[in-house]
């Protein structure tokens, strides 16, 4: 397998999309580094399911990536345990489900949703790219949400939206920086893809049909760690700075709007 005896490290990775993904990057070969806040047992449960399953190595570190300390403290075990990271998937994001508007916040909350969003990707960046930079290889994949790369206005999710948004420039703006240095830089957009669907398989749902999504279907984790997938092959080193949606052809952001207009 072209992953062999890389290692990824993927944030918020014990459930969910993150979860997904170290089972698709496991599959390739890859160790995989995960990490949770709460869910330990979870985490080193999924750990002993990698190793034994897949055959690679595979930990489960603590740590909150909003806060600077934990990031380094996360990055210096991982590098100790693993010898290296040449893959970061930026999964975790805090996500306040109450409708909000902006000046609602409490200031807490908007500091939150800004360092778990985006000050956590430079945390993590900036630690990571200089060995990165010194074998001459890495990826990083940063997730977003729906056409974030145009800068929509989403009615209640204000601060989460302005840092994924802001992430899409941060992301572009890394993928130039580092190019030289074999690294690649990308965003990845799912849809709506719902709690239930997040650790399903695409096979699982084939059977469900979804009026909502133009293909019919629901959204899973599979068709985003697909994605997260080719995008750390070697040969997908031509695509960097791109912001990719994996929607179904939904329009996540006015689905909101029509909800809110039924009410």
């Not at 991982?78 to 902006?102: C, F, L, T």
């Not at 629901?218 to 912001?243: A, H, K, N, Q």
Request: aromatic share 8%; charged share 25%; glycine share 8%.
């Amino acid at each position: 397998m072209l992953l062999n005896q890389k290692v990824a490290l993927i944030t918020g990775s014990a459930t969910g999309l993150g979860k997904r993904t170290a089972l698709e990057l496991a599959s390739r070969g890859v160790n995989i580094v995960l990490n949770y806040i709460t869910s330990q047992q979870e985490a080193r449960k999924l750990a002993n399911y990698i190793q034994d399953t897949y055959k690679v190595n595979a930990c489960a570190i603590r740590g909150d990536v909003s806060q600077y300390r934990d990031v380094q403290e996360m990055v210096q075990q991982a590098s100790e345990q693993m010898g290296k990271i040449d893959i970061i998937v930026n999964n975790a994001g805090p996500y306040i489900p109450e409708r909000k508007n902006m000046v609602d916040y409490e200031i807490e909350d908007w500091q939150k949703m800004i360092d778990g969003n985006l000050n956590s990707v430079f945390y993590l960046s900036k630690l990571v790219i200089p060995s990165m930079r010194q074998q001459g290889w890495g990826r990083i994949i940063n997730i977003g949400f729906d056409r974030a790369d145009t800068a929509p206005g989403w009615r209640f999710r204000s601060a989460f939206a302005a840092a994924k948004v802001g992430l899409v420039s941060l992301t572009k703006t890394l993928a130039i920086e580092e190019a030289e240095h074999g690294i690649t830089v990308n965003m990845i957009c799912p849809g709506d893809i719902t709690q239930e669907y997040k650790e399903m398989s695409i096979e699982e749902v084939q059977m469900v049909w979804d009026t909502a999504t133009p293909i019919g279907r629901p959204g899973t984790g599979e068709d985003v760690s697909r994605v997260v997938s080719f995008l750390c092959e070697p040969r997908s080193d031509f695509i960097t700075g791109s912001i990719i949606q994996v929607t179904g052809g939904k329009d996540v952001l006015n689905k909101y709007l029509y909800e809110e207009q039924k009410e």
